[in-house]
T-cell receptor, first 115, second 113 residues
Framework: SAVISQKPSRDICQRGTSLTIQCQVDSQVTMMFWYRQQPGQSLTLIATANQGSEATYESGFVIDKFPISRPNLTFSTLTVSNMSPEDSSIYLCSAGVDRGRAGYTFGSGTRLTVV | AQSVTQPDIHITVSEGASLELRCNYSYGATPYLFWYVQSPGQGLQLLLK??????LVQGIKGFEAEFKRSQSSFNLRKPSVHWSDAAEYFC???????????FGKGTRLHILP
């Protein structure tokens, strides 16, 4: 199955700054997704990263706060902008393997703490 | 809109006992169903998935799940749990095979020695 490398694995950031998280898949995938997991909570979908076009955001998430890039079929970035302590979460990248036939693989996540 | 309900937030079982974690989904057609496990401080691991065919699905680590259309359920089972099974378990659903997946709130499994 596909392997997803996500970096950084963790970071501590000052409020008001931005952090860009990178997600690299070892094979071409059609669908890539970004999730947020707040402390002690489940995973909430932020957006679907579309290759060559603007990301599709879920309700409650906006492009100005979470800009996403997907320049090719193996790579995507998520930026958390103008951070506040409420953005402290784990951010995970996911990709559909074999067009979803083999399920969805997740990166190990980026643990973000905003101080 | 599709949704997933895991009615049990916490479950505690003794080591060696059987386990069943409940999952109900809300979706018009037959969705694609998944169970994931997340150990403390670890990433998500796919235990098993259901797309079609045999409604009893075998997964890794001795887990299985049964899809019951009439009950809109996809419960996870294991005949005998091990201490290493202590983790958070997430049921998830996708409307199509290569589409976004939505997660339930999770069930935390505790194992008594």
């Amino acid at each position: 199955s596909a392997v997803i490398s996500q970096k950084p694995s963790r970071d501590i950031c000052q409020r008001g700054t931005s952090l860009t998280i990178q997600c690299q898949v070892d094979s071409q995938v059609t669908m890539m997704f970004w999730y947020r997991q707040q402390p002690g909570q489940s995973l909430t979908l932020i957006a679907t990263a579309n290759q060559g076009s603007e990301a599709t955001y879920e309700s409650g998430f906006v492009i100005d706060k979470f800009p996403i890039s997907r320049p090719n079929l193996t790579f995507s970035t998520l930026t958390v902008s103008n951070m506040s302590p409420e953005d402290s979460s784990i951010y995970l990248c996911s990709a559909g393997v074999d067009r979803g036939r083999a399920g969805y693989t997740f990166g190990s996540g980026t643990r973000l703490t905003v101080v | 809109a599709q949704s997933v309900t895991q009615p049990d937030i916490h479950i505690t079982v003794s080591e060696g006992a059987s386990l069943e974690l409940r999952c109900n989904y809300s979706y018009g057609a037959t969705p694609y169903l998944f169970w994931y496990v997340q150990s403390p401080g670890q990433g998500l691991q796919l235990l098993l998935k259901y797309f079609s065919g045999d409604t009893l699905v075998q997964g890794i680590k001795g887990f299985e799940a049964e899809f019951k259309r009439s009950q809109s359920s996809f419960n996870l089972r294991k005949p005998s749990v091990h201490w290493s099974d202590a983790a958070e378990y997430f049921c998830a659903v996708a409307p199509n095979r290569d589409d976004k997946i939505i997660f339930g709130k999770g069930t935390r499994l505790h194992i008594l020695p």
